[in-house]
């Protein structure tokens, strides 16, 4: 539930000078962060539920040389960027619209609208904070991949980043489509569920697509989170980059983008 106490002074924050934006986008971030960390279901399944899927995989599979899908790589070493893929798809599906539907539900978003802070702030915040949580629980399976099961990575790391980036962004602006048509924040819950779960199970996020039937297989390619999967982990192993992937979520970005701004409703 929303901590209404941190948000009882949206007129202390102004945006007549650009150093004044910065301050408000700064001080509406923090708001937002420390919203998040009061989260508990968000806070477990973006950072918590990725570190214990990794930590099972090592334990049931390990991360011998061979045991993945290239003989020189291990299982860990291929599904950690899938895990990563399930980290951006909690964030984008589940956190953003639960979270700005309930804003909105509360007369949260009334209230910021009707203060001198430009929308852009808010929204640049929510964004930058989903983005943060997401980037945070990326690292949180890197370093238990690293420290606990000998990870392996032999791509480049800005262009891991870079693909990391528009793939976050990208899932960020569908989860804003959500929020803006979900009535309430029930709804936006239930709707990103049924958008997240069966592809997160269908997609190779959680479990490698060759274990599953063919016709599985077929279907999971026509699957936005199966890209993203794509997409890391061939970034991960130095593959290169996958170009479908690339348009996949591109396409994500600037039409999400696009139908949300005109979509979004403050009340």
Same mark, same amino acid.
């Given at each position: 539930?929303? #901590?209404?106490?941190?948000?009882?002074? !949206?007129? /202390?924050?102004?945006?007549?000078?650009?150093?004044?934006?910065?301050?408000?986008?700064?001080?509406?971030?923090?708001?937002?962060?420390?919203?998040? @960390?009061?989260?508990?279901?968000?806070?477990?399944?973006?950072?918590?539920?990725?570190?214990?899927?990794?930590?099972?995989?090592?334990?049931?599979?390990? +991360?011998?040389?061979?045991?993945?899908?290239?003989? #020189?790589?291990?299982?860990? #070493?291929?599904?950690?960027?899938?895990?990563?893929?399930?980290?951006? %798809?909690?964030? %984008?599906?589940?956190?953003?619209?639960?979270?700005?539907?309930?804003?909105?539900?509360?007369?949260?978003?009334?209230?910021?609208?009707?203060?001198?802070?430009?929308?852009?702030?808010?929204?640049?915040? #929510?964004?930058?904070?989903?983005?943060?949580?997401?980037?945070?629980?990326?690292?949180?399976?890197?370093? =238990?991949?690293?420290?606990?099961?000998?990870?392996?990575?032999? %791509?480049?790391? !800005?262009?891991?980043?870079?693909?990391?980036?528009?793939?976050?962004?990208?899932?960020?602006?569908?989860?804003?489509?959500?929020?803006?048509?979900?009535?309430? /924040?029930?709804?936006?819950?239930?709707?990103?569920?049924?958008?997240?779960? !069966?592809?997160?199970?269908?997609?190779?996020?959680?479990?490698?697509?060759?274990?599953?039937?063919?016709?599985?297989?077929?279907?999971?390619?026509?699957?936005?989170?199966?890209?993203?999967?794509?997409?890391?982990?061939?970034?991960?192993?130095?593959?290169?980059? +996958?170009?479908?992937? =690339?348009?996949?979520?591109?396409?994500?970005?600037?039409?999400?983008?696009?139908? @949300?701004?005109?979509?979004?409703?403050?009340?």
């Amino acid at each position: 539930m929303q #901590d209404s106490t941190v948000l009882t002074q !949206p007129t /202390a924050i102004h945006t007549t000078t650009k150093g004044q934006l910065w301050r408000s986008f700064g001080r509406m971030t923090w708001i937002q962060l420390k919203l998040y @960390s009061r989260e508990p279901i968000a806070f477990f399944f973006t950072l918590i539920f990725p570190v214990l899927l990794l930590a099972m995989y090592g334990i049931i599979w390990g +991360n011998a040389p061979g045991s993945g899908y290239y003989q #020189d790589y291990g299982y860990i #070493d291929m599904q950690l960027p899938a895990l990563t893929a399930v980290i951006i %798809g909690t964030v %984008g599906l589940m956190s953003v619209p639960v979270s700005v539907a309930t804003n909105r539900e509360q007369k949260i978003l009334r209230r910021f609208k009707a203060t001198p802070m430009r929308p852009l702030t808010y929204i640049a915040a #929510d964004v930058a904070v989903n983005y943060l949580v997401a980037l945070v629980g990326m690292a949180a399976v890197i370093v =238990v991949g690293a420290l606990v099961f000998n990870l392996r990575f032999a %791509g480049s790391l !800005p262009a891991f980043f870079v693909g990391f980036t528009l793939a976050t962004l990208a899932f960020i602006a569908i989860g804003y489509i959500v929020a803006s048509l979900a009535p309430t /924040a029930r709804v936006a819950q239930v709707v990103g569920q049924l958008i997240f779960f !069966p592809m997160m199970f269908l997609s190779g996020a959680t479990l490698p697509l060759f274990l599953m039937p063919e016709g599985v297989q077929q279907v999971a390619q026509w699957l936005p989170l199966t890209q993203l999967v794509v997409l890391l982990q061939e970034l991960w192993l130095g593959v290169g980059w +996958n170009m479908t992937a =690339v348009v996949v979520l591109l396409a994500m970005l600037i039409v999400g983008t696009l139908v @949300s701004a005109r979509l979004f409703r403050w009340e």
